[in-house]
């Protein structure tokens, strides 16, 4: 199989991934997928929501928490995964700063939790546009 026999996908496809990637949701707006962008796109913006609102704390390089700096890359990445909302944060500084009375409440892991699956469920969402934008899935 060389190179000729495989399929490239549209340049369109890569933008409405970026913009699903950026904007939870936003893809799926762009696929005129109402259902889907309000379903996986909002549960997207519910649970970074929730997790922020638990308490929990987002993840970048600058933030030891007592650990290597190494160990804070996959759940920066994880975080990541929710584009504008991080973006947003990191420049406002919400969520990132090691607060005691923040990590003193009762629901702090599971904001922490409810963080790192909205970035994670964001990289599904914005892989499932691409795929529909591309022809490869109804």
Partial sequence: MGDEDVER?????WLIG????????LGHLMLQ??????LMGGTVWVCFILGLAMG????????GQGSSTLLQ??????NLGTGILYTIC??????????????ARATYEY???FL??????????????FDIAAGRKP
């Fill in 9 to 13: 996908p549209p340049s369109s496809a």
């Fill in 18 to 25: 970026l913009a699903a990637w950026f904007v939870p949701g």
């Fill in 33 to 38: 997928r109402w259902v889907r962008a309000l």
């Fill in 56 to 63: 929990g704390h987002m993840f970048d390089l600058s933030s």
């Fill in 73 to 78: 890359v996959p759940p920066m990445i994880a």
């Fill in 90 to 103: 990191w420049l406002l500084g919400y969520g990132f700063a090691d607060d005691p009375q923040q990590a």
């Fill in 111 to 113: 904001g922490n939790t």
């Fill in 116 to 129: 790192l699956i909205a970035g994670l469920m964001n990289y599904l969402t914005m892989l499932d546009a």
